[in-house]
């Protein structure tokens, strides 16, 4: 995994000393090596931070520049197809170098911008190409790795993180209003904007190209999600759990491919423990497996269930205690993260990836197996909302008037209360919403009115479809990207482990969403109903499959002495310009009721965040 920038200059100079500031502002994400390039007339400069997975020679480092067409490439990733494309190049091209780097720029110069559609893996690099005057950039189709970008009359600087475009001393750090209501609402900000004024997220499945020329920059999608088969729901169970058996089987092959030492996360859930199974099968040794042990919180202890897989396995297992953490990380993940978000579980995947790093450089995890097969406990309580709305035998003016007077008298920030304006939105035929952080009249009292909403509801949530398929697609397009990989990947690059997520090929993507049928997803009383099939195959006898299932760690009951004063200390210790007051106070005075405590960690972090980087609005 390492860390990637650039500037592209047409009518200046691109600045070294800049470039280097940029580069080493993410030193977290490469320690192992640096290197910056910029072409004869200083137009263009690249920059890269280096953590060594593939290729430890020297042959691998970067920026990695082919001498006969003068292209040059930063990447950030990997590639898990490398060897097969390799295979495909080497009769146009005579390799160095044992990289994937290598790999990805001849695959360039073979297919040009094409080149995107052949690569498996997560990925966000860019390439100059001089004979076009081009700048030529694309993500992942899943969005496990950033990309960011500012395009102005100056040219195009692009970097992994927000916190290196913010080296350039010049850059106004303003904060976009309408980015803030996101963050507000949905507790993130998606793409394609960015918390600041003028900085842009390239979304996932996206190219980028930029014309040095005439300045003009092209941003194109170049994969889709598919749409369910109609005969899908004909195929039959055995045969669907075949296929999922075999895809990320070889998934999980291809992605123990390391010149250094690799670790799967074991929670002793499915997601995890199909990993396990199916990187065992492989044939490769020695499997070393983690898990986290938390002495003294009994219900959140699932070291027995880790060791039970591990033990049927037959893996080099490992056992890391978890020690209570302190709110006195929190400043330095809100420096991190770059762009504020509301997830706690943040603290946790540090502190794993710590753990973690000191026994291995690259951990497999289970990462989008719940948005792929419907493994949310909200997806199943929805469907029993759909089902209860759908037989209820009322007018439709009915149903409404009861969900509105339950939530006018549910109090705001409550725990469970997302569920009665999705039973409206059901009720109504809207798409239903539960991931609100912040309500319309809550953002309206912190921030004031705005002359028109942050975002139309089906820019989030679908309307074709079946609600569970909705559902996972919306998840994956918007929950996935900006929460769940955006936390990992810069939490774990905060502790240089590079973190990877079989269930995230590609060819499952598609076979999720094409193939497999709600029955094989969620049910009113069933979620993630293939893979269990699939585990049913391959688990040990007695595997209780109705246990609480992941890395679920005791955040709530670490900081149970005092965290919620603490967490309004913050609060209260660095008002943000632009909030209310008295909205401000409101929401604290909700969470001591016993209100959503992730409101006031959401505010706490923002107003880290705000100090730390010094922001204006």
């Known amino acids: 995994m390492c860390g990637i920038a650039g500037i592209i200059s047409p009518r200046g100079e691109a600045s070294l000393p800049l470039i280097l500031a940029m580069r080493d502002a993410m030193t977290h994400r490469g320690p192992d090596s640096a290197g910056a390039w910029a072409d004869p007339a200083c137009r263009v400069a690249l920059g890269h931070r280096r953590l060594s997975i593939v290729d430890l020679t020297p042959g691998g480092p970067q920026p990695m520049v082919e001498a006969k067409t003068g292209c040059g490439v930063v990447f950030n990733g990997e590639i898990y197809n490398y060897r097969e494309l390799r295979a495909q190049l080497a009769a146009t091209h005579s390799f160095r170098s044992e990289s994937d780097t290598e790999v990805l720029l001849a695959a360039y110069l073979r297919w040009g911008p094409d080149c995107v559609t052949r690569l498996g893996g997560m990925f966000a690099f860019a390439i100059w190409d001089p004979r076009a005057q081009e700048l030529f950039a694309a993500r992942d189709r899943a969005g496990e790795k950033p990309f960011y970008y500012r395009h102005d009359a100056a040219g195009l600087r692009f970097a992994s993180e927000l916190k290196s475009l913010m080296a350039d001393p010049s850059f106004e750090r303003r904060v976009d209003p309408t980015a803030l209501r996101s963050f507000l609402e949905l507790g993130y900000v998606a793409a394609p904007r960015s918390i600041l004024a003028g900085v842009s997220k390239l979304p996932p499945a996206h190219t980028l190209t930029f014309h040095a020329v005439t300045g003009e920059c092209v941003v194109r999608r170049y994969w889709s999600l598919p749409s369910l088969a109609s005969n899908a729901d004909a195929a039959s169970e055995g045969e669907l759990t075949e296929r999922l058996e075999k895809l990320l089987g070889e998934s999980v092959r291809r992605q123990l491919v390391a010149d250094v030492p690799v670790g799967i996360l074991l929670s002793g859930g499915i997601d995890s423990s199909l990993v396990t199974a199916l990187a065992v099968r492989s044939g490769a040794k020695p499997i070393k497996t983690f898990t986290m042990t938390f002495p003294g919180f009994g219900r959140f202890n699932e070291a027995p269930f880790a060791a039970e897989i591990a033990r049927h396995f037959g893996t080099e297992h490992h056992e890391l205690e978890a020690k209570p953490a302190s709110l006195e990380v929190l400043p330095r993940l809100a420096a991190q993260f770059d762009e504020p978000m509301v997830d706690s579980s943040m603290i946790p995947t540090f502190l794993v990836s710590q753990l973690i790093r000191g026994h291995a450089k690259v951990a ?13 406990s909200i997806y199943a309580r929805l469907n029993f909302l759909a089902r209860a709305n759908a037989i209820m035998a009322l007018p439709k003016a009915w149903k409404r008037s009861a969900a509105t007077a339950l939530l006018r008298c549910y109090g705001r920030g409550l725990r469970g209360r997302n569920y009665l304006p999705a039973l409206l939105a059901l009720i109504e035929g809207r798409p239903p919403d539960v991931r609100r952080l912040f309500f319309d009249e809550d953002v309206a009292a912190l921030l004031g009115p705005a002359p028109k909403p942050a975002h139309d509801a089906a820019d989030f949530a ?23 990989l955006t936390k990992v990947d810069r939490a774990s690059m905060l502790a240089s482990l590079e973190v990877r997520a079989p269930w995230l090929d590609h060819a499952i993507i598609e076979f999720a969403f094409s193939a497999v049928p709600d029955r094989l997803k969620t049910t009113w009383s069933q979620r993630k109903v293939l893979p269990k099939l699939l585990a049913r195959r391959l688990f040990p006898a007695g595997y209780d499959f109705r246990r609480k299932q992941g890395f679920s760690l005791p955040f709530a009951a670490w900081f149970q002495q005092g965290s919620d004063a603490t967490l309004h200390e913050i609060v209260r210790e660095n008002p943000v310009p632009g909030f209310s007051p008295t909205a401000v106070a409101a929401v604290l005075a909700e969470s001591r009721r016993g209100a959503n405590p992730e409101r006031i960690f959401g505010l706490a972090l923002f107003a880290l965040w705000c100090r730390h980087y010094r922001v204006t609005f």
């Not at 559902?471 to 996935?480: Q, V």
Request: hydrophobic share 30%.
């Open 364 to 376: 497999l995890g289970g990462d989008g197996g719940d948005e792929l097969f419907g493994g949310y």
């Open 462 to 484: 679908l309307t074709e479809g079946t609600l569970i398929d909705r559902l996972c697609r919306t998840d994956f397009s918007g929950y996935l990207v900006e929460d769940i």
